[in-house]
C-alpha cells in the first residue's frame, strides 16, 4: 500500500491487517513444493494432521486435513525426509504461517529405503517377524484365498499355475494393488478372510496367498505398510507372499509364513503336482503289497518249521485218545477193586459188632448186680450202725429215754437221707454209662452206613452175603435200606472177579 507524502500513515485494525497479511502469502505462495524433515507428527482426534517441517535453517508448521490425510501413500513419522506439496497460509490467531499439505512423499529412494529398514527394524523388535511365529502350509489346502487385483495377469497365472499341477476352489478379494487405498484394502482383505467362520455360506480358505507383479519401491510401498505387515503377522489362516518378482523385497515377506519369489512360484508353493502325487501313492501301494507278500512268506516258513518240529496233530491226538481210553479202564478197574475191599472190611465190622440187644441185656444184668451189691452194703452198713447203737445205749443208760429216742431218729433220719443221695447219684452214673455205650453201638452200627446209600445183602435167616460168590443166580435175597427191607432174587450167570492189570511202571524224575 502506497503513502502519500506529508499525510499520516493508513491506520489498520488488528484483524484487518491479519486479513490482508493471509491474502498477501496465500496470493504470492498458492502453491509451493518443500521439502524437509517430519518432526512431532501428531494425529489428532478430528483426523486432522498436525505437524513441522525442518532443516538446519528453519522451521515450518504445516497441517494435513483428514481428507487428504486419508489418501497419502505413506505413514509420517518423525525425521522422515519428505517433499510436501501445498499451499501457504497464515493463521491470524497465533500470528503465525502454516502450510497447509496437499500431498506428500519421500524425498528421494535413499530416504524411503532408511524409513523401510527403520520400519523393519521396529516391527521386527516387536517380535512379528520371529520365525517361531510361522504357521507350517496346509498340504492340500481344499480353498485358496488369493488377494490382488482382479484384472491384472497375477490372477490368471496363478488359477493356471493351479490347473496344471492340483485344480483347488479359489476365493479372490479383489483389491488395489497400487496407490493410496492399497495398503488399506490388502489389510482389509487379510482380516476379512480370518473373520469368515468355519462352515458358512462362503467358505473360509485353508490358505491365503497375497500376490503383485513386479514394480519399482514407490509401486510395492502398500505391502511395506505397517497395517499390511500387522496383518499378515497376525493371520490365523497360513498366508504366502508373493509380491515383485524374484529381487523384489517389501516387509510382508518377513511377516508372511512363506514368501514366494513370484506368484506362479506361490502357487507352486501351495499344492502338489497331482500326477506326482498318484505315483507316489501307487508305487507305495506296489511296495506295501511287495512287503506284506515277503512278510506272509516269512511267516508261512516259519510255522512250516514249527510243524515240522511238532509232528503230525492227528498222529498226536491218536495217540493222546488212546492212552485216555487205557486210563479210564484202569479207573473202572480200581474203583471195582476200592469198593470191594470197602465192602468186604464194613461186613467184617458188622460181624464184629455185637447187637445193642445184646449189650443192653448185659447192662441190665450189671446193673442188677451192682444194685444187689449196693442194698447188701447199705444193710451191712445198718446193722453196724444198730450194733454201735446198742454200745452207745448203754453208755448212755444215763441218758433219759426221751432224749436218747430223740437222738437216735434224728441220726435214722439222716442216715436214711445220705442213703437215698448215694442211690440216686449212683442210678444217674449207671444211666450216663448206659447211654454212651448206646451211642457207641449207633456210631459202631451199619444202620448209620445204610443211610448214606448202602445196602445190606442177607439170605433169608438174616445171614449177611459178604462175598460176590456167594450171589448164586436164582437164589433168594433181602436187601435191607435204612427204612426198610425188600426182597428180591439174584439173576445172571455167576460173576467172576476181573484180574486188574499190572500199573504200569513209574519212570524216575531224575
Known amino acids: 500500500m502506497t503513502q502519500v507524502s506529508g499525510s499520516t500513515p493508513h491506520e489498520f485494525t ?3 491487517l491479519a486479513r490482508a497479511l493471509k491474502r498477501s502469502v496465500e496470493e504470492s505462495f498458492g502453491h509451493v513444493r518443500v521439502r524437509g524433515e517430519l518432526s512431532q507428527p501428531k494425529r489428532h482426534s478430528s483426523g486432522h494432521l498436525y505437524l513441522r517441517l525442518k532443516d538446519e535453517t528453519a522451521v515450518l508448521e504445516a497441517v494435513c486435513w483428514r481428507p487428504v490425510v486419508q489418501k497419502l501413500g505413506l505413514v509420517p513419522e518423525d525425521g522422515m525426509d519428505v517433499v510436501v506439496t501445498g499451499r501457504l497460509t497464515t493463521y491470524p490467531s497465533r500470528s503465525q504461517y502454516q502450510l497447509v499439505i496437499e500431498s506428500m512423499t519421500l524425498a528421494g529412494e535413499g530416504a524411503l529405503l532408511k524409513m523401510l529398514e527403520e520400519r523393519k527394524r521396529r516391527l521386527a523388535a516387536e517380535g512379528l517377524f520371529d520365525p517361531a511365529r510361522k504357521q507350517k502350509l496346509p498340504f492340500l489346502p481344499a480353498v485358496i484365498g488369493v488377494i490382488t487385483s482382479p484384472t491384472g495377469a497375477v490372477i490368471r497365472d496363478i488359477l493356471h499355475r ?5 485344480p483347488r476352489r479359489v476365493l479372490l478379494w479383489p483389491v488395489a494393488v497400487q496407490g493410496e487405498q492399497a495398503a488399506i484394502q490388502v489389510a482389509a482383505a487379510i482380516v476379512g478372510f480370518n473373520s ?4 458358512g455360506s462362503v467358505p473360509r480358505p485353508d490358505l491365503l496367498i ?4 513386479g514394480g519399482s519401491l514407490e509401486d510395492l510401498m502398500p505391502f511395506n505398510d505397517e497395517r499390511v505387515v500387522r496383518a499378515a503377522a497376525a493371520s490365523v489362516i497360513p498366508l504366502i507372499s508373493a509380491v515383485g518378482h524374484e529381487t523384489d523385497t517389501t516387509l510382508i515377506d518377513f511377516a508372511a509364513d512363506l514368501r514366494a519369489p513370484t506368484p506362479t512360484a506361490a502357487a507352486e508353493l501351495a499344492v502338489p503336482v497331482r500326477a506326482e502325487l498318484l505315483a507316489l501313492v501307487l508305487d507305495l501301494e506296489r511296495r506295501r503289497l511287495r512287503g506284506f507278500d515277503r ?3 516269512e511267516r508261512r516258513s516259519w510255522v512250516e518249521g514249527l510243524a515240522r518240529g511238532l509232528g503230525d496233530p492227528r498222529r498226536l491226538i491218536e495217540e493222546r485218545g488212546q492212552r485216555l481210553d487205557e486210563r479210564g479202564e484202569r479207573l473202572d478197574w480200581v474203583m471195582a477193586a476200592l469198593l470191594e475191599r470197602g465192602r468186604t472190611r464194613l461186613g467184617r465190622l458188622a460181624a464184629a459188632i455185637r447187637h445193642p440187644r445184646d449189650l443192653l441185656a448185659e447192662a441190665t444184668v450189671r446193673l442188677a448186680a451192682e444194685s444187689r451189691a449196693l442194698g447188701a452194703g447199705l444193710r451191712q452198713a445198718v ?3 444198730a450194733g454201735r447203737l446198742e454200745s452207745a445205749q448203754s453208755r448212755l443208760a444215763a441218758v433219759p429215754l426221751s432224749r436218747r429216742l430223740d437222738d437216735h431218729r434224728r441220726r435214722l433220719e439222716e442216715l436214711g437221707e445220705r442213703l437215698r443221695r448215694i442211690q440216686v447219684q449212683a442210678v444217674s452214673q449207671r444211666q ?3 447211654a454212651a455205650v448206646g451211642q457207641l453201638l449207633l456210631s459202631y452200627s451199619y444202620k448209620s452206613v445204610l443211610a448214606r446209600g448202602f445196602v445190606l445183602v442177607t439170605e433169608s435167616g438174616h445171614h449177611p452175603l459178604t462175598s460176590v460168590s456167594e450171589a448164586t443166580p436164582g437164589r433168594d435175597v433181602i436187601l435191607t435200606f435204612h427204612d426198610g427191607e425188600v426182597a428180591a432174587l439174584v439173576a445172571g450167570s455167576s460173576p467172576r472177579r476181573k484180574r486188574l492189570p499190572p500199573a504200569p511202571e513209574q519212570g524216575r524224575l531224575f
Request: positive net charge; proline residues 0%.
Open 162 to 166: 493351479l490347473a496344471d499341477r492340483f
Open 295 to 297: 512278510w506272509l512268506g
Open 196 to 199: 469368515l467362520s468355519a462352515g
Open 210 to 213: 497375497v500376490a503383485r507383479g
Open 14 to 16: 488488528v484483524g484487518d
Open 432 to 434: 450216663e454209662r448206659l
Open 383 to 385: 446193722r453196724g450202725g
